[in-house]
T-cell receptor, first 111, second 118 residues
Framework: DQQVKQNSPSLSVQEGRISILNCDYT??????FLWYKKYPAEGPTFLIS?????DKNEDGRFTVFLNKSAKHLSLHIVPSQPGDSAVYFC??????????FGAGTRLTVKP | EAQVTQNPRYLITVTGKKLTVTCSQN?????MSWYRQDPGLGLRQIYY???????DKGDVPEGYKVSRKEKRNFPLILESPSPNQTSLYFC?????????????????FGPGTRLTVL
């Protein structure tokens, strides 16, 4: 039972344009959400997070939006750069030490 | 350098032959966790540990054991590996676990161990 879903396995965008990665969840108890980025042959690295008391969090080129009523969050990367090409995982936690991850979206940014 | 290390990075073994994947962190983190990554399923938590001698099951604990005798080490043990345990395994640590009363902390991941069980 996947409680966190990333329905797009891949996304391709042109350098300089916006990348939008989406994530849906089913558990209304989730109260903390994170995005991780993963390059080949490396472990995931933390990118940005958001608490359920907020609807937006920004860090440089990366912004995460949370829509609690729709149980949906998205990661916006503006402008996209070739170095952003990686697999992005959405993760959520209900404060129970059990972090749930989505299946990941492979982003390719073309020069 | 702050890091999470895993050994071995690659392992091919046969069904039933006990193996241990080691994990060590040098950040004095209290919380450590093991995940497996499979195509289309993302990262699934196997076991986690809130502190020394405190471990608990994650989503997919069957066929695995862990121990936390020291704060820095959190080995993953497969007593009798089977082919369905062929996967990419990640160890992770964070200052604290998530939970009421704790600050949420992002997890730091190791580089991964690719295990093949024949």
């Amino acid at each position: 039972d996947q409680q966190v879903k990333q329905n797009s396995p891949s996304l391709s965008v042109q350098e300089g344009r916006i990348s939008i990665l989406n994530c849906d969840y089913t558990n209304s108890m989730f109260d903390y959400f994170l995005w991780y980025k993963k390059y080949p042959a490396e472990g995931p690295t933390f990118l940005i997070s958001i608490s359920s008391i907020k609807d937006k969090n920004e860090d440089g080129r990366f912004t995460v939006f949370l829509n609690k009523s729709a149980k949906h969050l998205s990661l916006h990367i503006v402008p996209s750069q070739p170095g952003d090409s990686a697999v992005y995982f959405c993760a959520a936690s209900a404060g129970d030490n059990d972090m749930r991850f989505g299946a990941g979206t492979r982003l390719t940014v073309k020069p | 350098e702050a890091q999470v290390t895993q050994n071995p990075r690659y392992l091919i073994t046969v069904t039933g032959k006990k193996l241990t994947v080691t994990c060590s962190q040098n950040m004095n983190h209290e919380y450590m966790s093991w995940y497996r990554q499979d195509p289309g399923l993302g990262l699934r938590q196997i076991y986690y540990s809130m502190n020394v001698e405190v471990t608990d099951k994650g989503d997919v604990p069957e066929g695995y054991k862990v121990s936390r005798k020291e704060k820095r080490n959190f080995p993953l043990i497969l007593e009798s590996p089977s082919p369905n345990q062929t996967s990419l395994y990640f160890c992770a640590s964070s200052l604290y676990g998530s939970g009421i009363g704790f600050s949420y902390n992002e997890q730091f991941f190791g580089p991964g161990t690719r295990l093949t069980v024949l």
